[in-house]
């Protein structure tokens, strides 16, 4: 017997759907009711979930669209298509593969185009696919879950919201964990440094002043790190960047600083006290 409060958080998804797509059919008509229906099924599993969308940089292709929140801490993140998009990785586009490659070293994502849910879990294939019965464009109140008692879509998001890292106990476990975790950092670091560098002098204020990457990497080669040995500097900003973001965090857990529900200014700000390199690094 379909469990009616599954059937009424699609039912109320589909008529959202139906209602934005009159207007535009891009990923943005789905934000909204996709974001109700996660924050809302968070809530039911009392998981306090909530979405916290990135700043969008229509240039910006490493970062996912929205970080998941459960439990006071992110634990996964959610990426949006249009309709009828497909998010499989055979079927991606040049551009959704070199997004996907990137995004595919971290531990908990959720693809979806309102219609199919898959959830990856750093695999080259979805650990879980939901698709929904119905049109997004027509369906309405309609829009169903494939299976009676909605269980498919209710495990998918339980799975997602609910995810905990494993805990790591061997120096293995530490490098394969954090490897993934440092690729995709990396990733964002050149990305940014790309991004601050195609910002012209004459942009207004609000973004000319802010260019900390490019400051910092400035600042690393004139002071700390002043030889390349002809290699590209931004690539080898990135890396030492990366190398230190990733030490700093280990030494300020060996050290018993708080992590749980700070952000990294705040345990960058303590850390700078005794590590001022490290600090600072994190601090950017």
């Not at 879509?153 to 790591?168: A, H, S, T």
């Not at 280990?250 to 050290?255: F, N």
């Amino acid at each position: 017997m379909p469990e009616d409060w599954i059937r009424a958080l699609v039912a109320d998804f589909g008529a959202e759907c139906r209602e934005g797509l009159r207007f535009s059919d891009t990923e943005a008509s789905l934000s909204p009711p996709v974001k109700k229906l996660v924050e809302t099924f968070g809530r039911r599993w009392r998981l306090n979930s909530r979405l916290h969308p990135e700043f969008p940089l229509p240039e910006a292709r490493v970062r996912p669209d929205y970080a998941v929140e459960s439990g006071g801490r992110v634990t996964g993140f959610l990426e949006l298509k249009a309709p009828g998009h497909d998010i499989t990785p055979d079927g991606f586009t040049k551009r959704d593969r070199e997004q996907w490659e990137l995004m595919r070293q971290l531990p908990n994502v959720l693809y979806t185009n309102g219609h199919t849910w898959c959830l990856y879990r750093g695999g080259p294939l979805p650990l879980r696919t939901v698709r929904l019965e119905g049109d997004l464009y027509r369906s309405g109140s309609r829009l169903c879950t494939a299976d009676p008692d909605g269980a498919s879509l209710r495990d998918l998001l339980r799975d997602f919201l609910g995810w905990q890292p494993e805990r790591i106990t061997t120096v293995r476990r530490l490098v394969t964990s954090m490897a993934p975790l440092c690729q995709y950092l990396r990733a964002e670091v050149l990305e940014q440094l790309d991004i601050e560098r195609r910002t012209p002098e004459s942009a207004p204020a609000r973004r000319r002043a802010h260019k900390p990457f490019t400051a910092l990497a400035h600042h690393w080669s004139k002071v700390l790190l002043p030889s390349t040995d002809g290699q590209d500097p931004d690539h080898i900003f990135a890396d030492r960047y990366t190398q230190t973001i990733a030490f700093a965090l280990l030494l300020a857990r060996t050290e018993g600083l708080r992590l749980t529900g700070r952000d990294l200014a705040a345990v960058a700000s303590e850390l700078e006290v005794e590590n001022t390199v490290m600090g600072h690094a994190c601090n950017c």
